[in-house]
């Protein structure tokens, strides 16, 4: 099974509910909070069988203390990074490949005294950009 974390706030829940249900294993709600901003979230989390614990507020304050979690919190599943498998991250990238003739670069502007600078940019390689 994948890790798992706490996701916090009203917005936050609501968004992991709609967009991605099956990763949410429970929810914490503060007791107290029967106000209409928690109500569709509760309302979703019924309809998709998602377990809901009832908390005082100081409970939730003490599991979340750095959080803003306006009564509302979700353990989720972790997703995990498509493009990190077990070996992948300590594998390095593909070096860049050499370019064939590479293209001279242009002088820089001659500068008069006393003018600003001039940018100069240089176009990079297709494999550094």
């Known amino acids: 099974m994948a890790k798992a974390d706490w996701l916090y706030g009203i917005h936050t829940v609501a968004a992991v509910l709609q967009r991605h249900p099956e990763r ?3 929810l914490r709600v503060q007791e107290g909070r029967d106000d209409a901003r928690l109500a569709p979230v509760l309302a ?19 599991q979340f203390p750095d959080a803003n979690h306006q009564g509302l919190a979700a353990r989720c599943r972790l997703a995990a990074a498509p493009h ?21 670069r242009p002088p820089a502007p001659v500068q008069k005294e006393g003018a600003m600078p001039a940018a100069v940019c240089f176009p990079l390689p297709p494999c550094y950009s």
């Open 44 to 62: 979703t989390a019924r309809t998709l069988g998602i377990a809901c614990q009832t908390l005082p507020r100081k409970a939730m304050d003490q």
């Open 84 to 104: 990190m498998g077990r070996h992948t991250a300590l594998a390095s990238p593909p070096p860049c490949a050499p370019l064939p003739n590479p293209a001279p």
């Open 24 to 26: 949410v294993l429970e």
